[in-house]
């Protein structure tokens, strides 16, 4: 089973508006951590945003936040007022456990936003 | 404060040539990690290390991929003999496990772009 499903391969937006990017997880551990990541056109990967857990709120940076969903296993991230800027792939993740430190990826979510 | 450094940015090699990509990660970081990323197959891990120790393998795709860390600031991922399928993008990265635990992130490299003719 895949560890991170991204079932959106491709999602366009009007800018100013807010768009959320579907991500869910599948694990049997107790402690986990979920990132997000943008890839612009350029090729880097840029981290956006963190959730743990057991986080009890939802985490928020700027015009990021991710709606968690513990029971789901279900971690959106949200981006408000769309900017032409926010253009790229998104690609959520997850770090399992605390042993090993990997990270397993989701297929990316391209994201468009149109003027 | 200098990120992951992956050199060279570009390459281009001819089949069955031998290619070293390079990776110098972030001070005080103790995982380096190395991702091949393309269209059909999304972003894979080939290896990763812990205290310059490899400590899973399992993605690397076959023998002609070989990776090393001799030091704490340097990490190399080679090829040989490479082939056009392997025409990709190679990521670096690292990250700490320290007080900040399973809240630190892991920080890519720019991203080699191999193409093998």
């Known amino acids: 089973a895949q560890k991170i499903t991204q079932t959106q391969p491709g999602m366009f937006v009007q800018e100013k508006e807010a768009v959320t990017l579907d991500c869910t997880y599948d694990t049997s551990d107790q402690s986990y951590g979920l990132f997000w990541y943008k890839q612009p056109s350029s090729g880097e990967m840029i981290f956006l945003i963190y959730?743990?857990?057991?986080?009890?709120q939802n985490a928020t940076e700027g015009r990021y936040s991710l709606n968690f969903q513990k029971a789901r296993k279900s971690a959106n991230l949200v981006i408000s007022a769309s900017q032409l800027g926010d253009s790229a792939m998104y690609f959520c993740a997850m770090r399992e456990g605390r042993i090993g430190n990997q990270f397993y990826f989701g297929t990316g979510t391209s994201l468009t936003v149109i003027p | 404060d200098a990120g992951v450094i992956q050199s060279p940015r570009h390459e281009v090699t001819e089949m069955g040539q031998e290619v070293t990509l390079r990776c110098k990660p972030i001070?005080?970081?103790?995982?380096l990690f190395w991702y091949r990323q393309t269209m059909m197959r999304g972003l894979e891990l080939l290896i990763y290390f812990n205290n310059n120790v490899p400590i899973d393998d399992s993605g690397m795709p076959e023998d002609r991929f070989s990776a090393k860390m001799p030091n704490a600031s340097f990490s190399t991922l080679k090829i040989q003999p490479s082939e056009p399928r392997d025409s990709a993008v190679y990521f670096c990265a690292s990250s700490f496990w320290g007080l900040a635990g399973e809240r630190e992130t892991q920080y890519f490299g720019p991203g080699t772009r191999l193409l093998v003719l």
């Open positions: 001070s005080g970081h103790d995982y």
């Open positions: 959730q743990g857990s057991y986080d009890e």
